[in-house]
């Protein structure tokens, strides 16, 4: 946060144009860590404080947009989403790998989780679902700073923690589920939702603002409320129809070739356009 400050004073004091973007929801992140909690009016004030200088405000999805501008932030416009559609891709499936995330228990129905295990993913939400499904079985690759905890807590489950992996490996732990289970309800985005779905993962997802503009529930994933665990087994369900499921597969994939990166690109050079001429605009009217 201190760089982003460094980084407004700078374009102030060169007179160049600014973009700011915003993909962290910290003040959200302050619910989940109580002893943070009285720090949330201070936050919010320091963000409108770095925001109120930029030309634009990039934020991640409508739903953002709409929080940020209840907070009085301007010049709002949402960044378009991007996937690498090639390095992730269904063909990366990999029964080795499968085998190795669902413990050697290559006929369960596997659910796979990737990224920061931290208190703000709320993976212990899932711990009930396993407990109620011993034929399904939990893959959670990547590591933070809840790890150890979340492994105790999953002790006696069906539940591989890998921790990092990287490049193809990366690719076939994507490819080789059978679905993506996303239960938190605090991310701005969720670049894994994109990432999954150009696997050919159809997504199983608490329900948010920022998730439901990405999942279309029965379509390329399921959507369940959250901290509801009828809601959830009855969206896993689908694990079970294996005709649905290889719907919901290629309709995930299509979904994500929306978001290829040229497209991405070219509207993201518009933005810096955009930019460039408000700026010049503003600095005629001084």
């Known amino acids: 946060m201190l760089l982003a400050t460094s980084a407004v004073k700078a374009a ?3 007179d160049i144009p600014l973009i700011s973007s915003y993909h962290t929801h910290l003040p959200k992140y302050l619910d989940y860590y109580k002893i943070y909690k009285w720090a949330k009016p201070l936050l919010w004030w320091y963000i409108k404080r770095n925001h109120k200088n930029a030309d634009l405000n990039l934020v991640t999805s409508n739903a953002i947009r709409e929080e940020l501008d209840a907070e009085g ?12 559609t090639v390095g992730r891709h269904p063909d990366y499936r990999d029964e080795e790998m499968r085998n190795r995330l669902t413990g050697g228990k290559p006929s369960n129905k596997l659910l796979v989780f990737i990224g920061r295990i931290a208190v703000e993913k709320e993976i212990p939400k899932l711990l009930p679902l396993l407990e109620k499904r011993p ?34 490996d990366l690719s076939k732990a994507f490819a080789s589920g059978d679905a993506f289970i996303f239960p938190s309800v605090s991310e701005t985005l969720g670049l894994v939702i994109l990432e999954s779905m150009a696997s050919g993962l ?31 087994l009855e969206a896993v369900s689908v694990l079970e129809d294996e005709e649905k499921l290889e719907e919901m597969r290629q309709n995930a994939r299509n979904s994500a070739m929306g978001y290829a990166w040229d497209e991405t690109s070219k509207r993201l050079i518009d933005f810096y356009m955009e930019a460039r001429d408000r700026h010049s605009v503003g600095s005629k009217n001084m």
Not at 135 to 164: M, Q, Y
């Open 12 to 14: 102030q004091q060169l």
């Open 73 to 84: 932030i301007e010049r709002l416009d949402v960044i378009p989403r991007g996937v690498d």
């Open 135 to 168: 034929d399904i079985s939990l893959a959670i690759v990547g590591d933070g700073p809840a790890r150890a905890d979340i492994e105790k807590r999953f002790k006696g489950t069906n539940t591989i923690f890998t921790g990092f992996l990287h490049g193809e």
């Open 202 to 232: 159809p997504l199983i997802a608490a329900k948010s603002g920022p998730t439901n503009e990405q999942v279309e529930h029965g379509v390329n994933g399921m959507l369940f409320e959250n901290e509801n665990l009828e809601s959830m």
